[in-house]
């Protein structure tokens, strides 16, 4: 099997990198955004224009057109036919407007401005027969392949609107007229140019006022990237240190201890029987393994700490008066009733701290005696620790964090991420005083 390689840490977040993917993703969506509202405003444009061709066709049939659609209109006339040319060329074909037709219900074109359709007879479609029969207004893209359209093919597109009307006679019959289509395409551009400036100035004012919020957003990021492998960082040198420390004490303490046990009976052993150094040597064994007992239930404390939830926060503290009596300190020590009932978020943090100044009175301070109390104040879980040792100036802590001592450190960390805070006062032969405050949140 090969080396398995740790994975690499993760790197840091840029800044750069964060904006520019944020402000990529805005101008995306932005054209996107800029891309359906274009979509829908011509359609919108298109849809209107197609309605506004309907509603002249309408005027242009039921005011313009039917008035003249007499007798001798429907059956040919020349003398009708002309009357009603000449009205369709000065009120009707304007504009996009370029071609009428009058079909009667037969197929039959009675009149188209292009004479040369006159009197053809082509098949209506299913829409223009209900338009016919209904006297209804229908639109739709003219099928210029048409025979009927033969002469419309020169324009490319056109839109075509019928609308039912009756003549004189009472006789059915279906106006139609055809639109250039590039005069509603245009309406539909103009819809999309009407609204287009507010609409992508909007958008740009959007993405701009985003843009800060989004760097604040990337540098806190960042920042919080970097403390979590600070603290990473911090906890493995922690681990380390403590893992070194439990290693020193056993090896210096409890395994020496034993060492000397194993010697002294193996000596006994090989002297011969002998009642009274005997009964002594049992003595003295009993009262070495004891020590060890304690020196073990210390560690374990140290290693695996009580239950707070079960044993409550008065039963910790008392488990770590009673390893620190055993190292020969006195340890006077107070929970009060508030205290006792922390959350158990808060009563852990309060532990923690209790625990790792205990241990930095039993490993620097050579004190003889130690006062710890719990108490409430103002919301505010109060751990103090007073110790008679010899105490320190701040040249002596910052040398022995240097030195990679980052147990109060690392406490100092916890107590912070609590919302909390950790003051130490000492002078040189005046021992020390270590306060912690820790704030009490329901939640917690």
């Known amino acids: 099997m090969g080396i398995r390689r740790p994975r690499d840490r993760a790197r840091p977040a840029s800044v750069r990198g964060l904006l520019v993917r944020f402000t990529a993703a805005g101008l995306v969506t932005m054209v996107v955004l800029a891309a359906v509202i274009a979509a829908l405003s011509r359609q919108a444009g298109t849809d209107l224009a197609v309605q506004s061709a309907r509603e002249v066709s309408w005027v242009s049939a039921t005011g313009i057109a039917q008035p003249l659609m007499t007798a001798a209109f429907v059956a040919g006339d020349p003398g009708a036919i002309a009357r009603f040319h000449r009205s369709m060329r000065e009120h009707v074909l304007q504009g996009s407007l370029v071609r ?4 009667n219900a037969d197929g039959r074109i009675i009149y188209a401005d292009e004479a040369r359709l006159m009197g053809q007879t082509f098949e209506l479609d299913e829409a223009e027969r209900v338009a016919l029969r209904d006297g209804s207004t229908d639109s739709e893209i003219s099928d210029l392949e048409k025979p009927e359209n033969t002469f419309e093919r020169p324009f490319e597109k056109l839109l075509e609107v019928y609308v039912g009307v009756t003549g004189s006679t009472g006789e059915p019959l279906l106006f139609e007229t055809y639109f250039q289509y590039d005069a509603v395409a245009e309406a539909g551009q103009a819809q999309w140019r009407k609204y287009a400036p507010p609409v992508l100035g909007g958008l740009l004012v959007l993405q701009l006022v985003q843009i800060p919020a989004a760097l604040g957003l990337a540098t806190r990021l960042q920042r919080q990237q970097r403390e979590r492998e600070g603290l990473l960082s911090l906890a493995a040198d922690a681990s380390g240190a403590e893992r070194r420390r439990i290693a020193a004490d056993l090896h210096d303490g409890i395994v020496q201890q034993l060492t000397g046990v194993t010697y002294t009976l193996d000596a006994a052993r090989l002297g011969g029987p002998d009642p009274e150094r005997d009964a002594a040597l049992v003595a003295e064994t009993s009262t070495r393994l004891r020590t060890c007992i304690g020196e073990l239930r210390s560690l374990l404390v140290d290693i695996y700490p009580p239950d707070l939830a079960t044993e409550g926060l008065s039963g910790a503290v008392g488990e770590l008066a009673a390893g620190l009596e055993r ?3 006195h340890l006077t020590w107070h929970v009060d009733d508030a205290a006792a009932s922390l959350p ?5 943090v309060v532990f923690r701290a209790a625990q790792e100044v205990v241990r930095n009175v039993t490993t620097h301070s050579g004190a003889t005696r130690v006062e710890l109390s719990v108490t409430v104040e103002d919301r505010l879980a109060v ?3 007073d110790d008679d040792g010899r ?7 910052a040398r022995r964090t240097a030195q990679g001592h980052v147990g109060l450190r690392s406490l100092a960390d916890q107590v912070k991420d609590a919302g909390g805070a950790l003051t130490v006062r000492s002078a040189p032969g005046r021992g020390t005083r270590t306060e912690v405050l820790v704030p009490i949140r329901d939640d917690s």
């Open 100 to 103: 009428v037709k009058v079909w």
């Open 327 to 329: 190292t020969g300190v």
């Open 344 to 348: 158990l978020v808060c009563a852990g």
């Open 383 to 385: 751990l103090v620790v």
């Open 391 to 397: 105490g320190f100036d701040g040249d002596v802590l």
